[in-house]
Each structure stands twice: as C-alpha cells, then as structure tokens.
C-alpha cells in the first residue's frame, strides 16, 4: 500500500514540471493544428483561390 501510494505521489509533480516545460511546444502544436483545419476548410470552400 504503502509504495502504491507513493508512485502517484511521485509522478504527479514531474508530469507538471514537463508540462509547463512543454506549453510553448503545445500551443504551437494546437496553433499548426487549427491552423491546417482552417486551410482544408477555406481550400474546399474556395478551390478556385488555391
């Protein structure tokens, strides 16, 4: 019991730690995501601008 509580415990500030690490990584992830679905979106509408 005793070592199954301690792993959570343990993991949890290390996966904050590389989540604050990575935000900028993310937000550009999220941002090249949006902004491909945007692309596909206007592409398809307005075939004949591409």
Known sequence: MKTRNAI???????Q???IRRNTGDT??????????????????QNPEQS
Do not use: D, E, K, T
Not at 8 to 14: D, E, G, L, W
Not at 30 to 42: C, E, P, R, T
């Open 16 to 18: 904050a730690a590389v």
């Open 27 to 44: 937000m550009i992830f999220l941002w090249s995501i949006l902004n491909w679905i945007l692309w596909l979106f206007f592409g398809y």
């Open 8 to 14: 959570p415990v343990s993991r949890f500030p290390r």
